[in-house]
């Protein structure tokens, strides 16, 4: 089954990223030149995604007239009251109307080497009837050292035992959303009930893993040869 749709959130305040997010949103800050949402742009074009949608607040008019103008097939969702991680998708569920799409974190430096990784989520969660599945990452790998790790995987199925690193790739289905009210929430709160009823699953990568965590780290990854 392909995967036809996708969101990019990039709705956040970049607050870690001070004072540089004052001015620019997070999304269009650069590694090597290219503005961070660039990166999943070209990983959901090389996972053969043709539609994408992102959802703004914080200087929603800068990523609206970048999206505009580089990419105006990509449809903007713009959020008058920050609706989280789980509210933006509730606001997009017209749009990720298939019956599986994907959701990307725009604050991690994706790779084309992620991508075999990224299919096998894909088509494990799929053909075992999981309703979600995420994309992990370990600690060893992870460029801010850092990070805490979020889940883990016994079995297939994901467990909040943290040994594992929550990359910010997200596989999900769209009947997670039916009966979701547009209003601020979190995704976790989704994950959360997915755990206890054993339907969401995930993927552990050995690839090094680039998340433009704060400023520090955002300042060393500018300094790294990092190529799509």
Request: with cysteine; net charge neutral; glycine share 4%.
């Amino acid at each position: 089954m392909e995967i036809n749709k996708a969101i990019i959130l990039c709705a956040g305040f970049g607050k870690r990223v001070l004072p540089l997010t004052s001015t620019t949103p997070k999304p269009l800050l650069t590694i090597n030149n290219i503005p961070l949402i660039e990166y999943s742009i070209k990983i959901l074009k090389e996972l053969g995604v043709n539609e994408i949608a992102v959802n703004v607040h914080h200087l929603k008019q800068k990523i609206s007239s970048y999206i505009n103008k580089n990419h105006p097939d990509i449809k903007v969702f713009e959020e008058e009251v920050i609706l989280d991680t789980g509210g933006a998708l509730a606001n997009a569920k017209q749009f990720l109307s298939d019956d599986y799409f994907l959701v990307l974190n725009s604050d991690t430096v994706w790779q084309k080497n992620y991508i075999l990784d990224m299919k096998t989520l894909i088509k494990n969660t799929i053909q075992k009837n999981f309703l979600a599945g995420l994309l992990l990452a370990r600690k060893d790998k992870s460029f801010d050292p850092n990070l805490n790790a979020d889940f883990s995987i016994e079995n297939d199925f994901l467990t909040n035992k943290k040994n594992y690193i929550y990359t910010g790739f997200q596989i999900l289905n769209s009947s997670l959303l039916e009966n979701k009210e547009v209003k601020p929430f979190s995704l976790k709160e989704i994950w959360d009930h997915l755990i206890e009823e054993k339907q969401i699953t995930g993927e552990v990568f050995e690839q090094n893993f680039y998340h433009t965590t704060d400023l520090e780290i955002y300042n060393k990854l500018k300094n790294k040869d990092i190529i799509f």
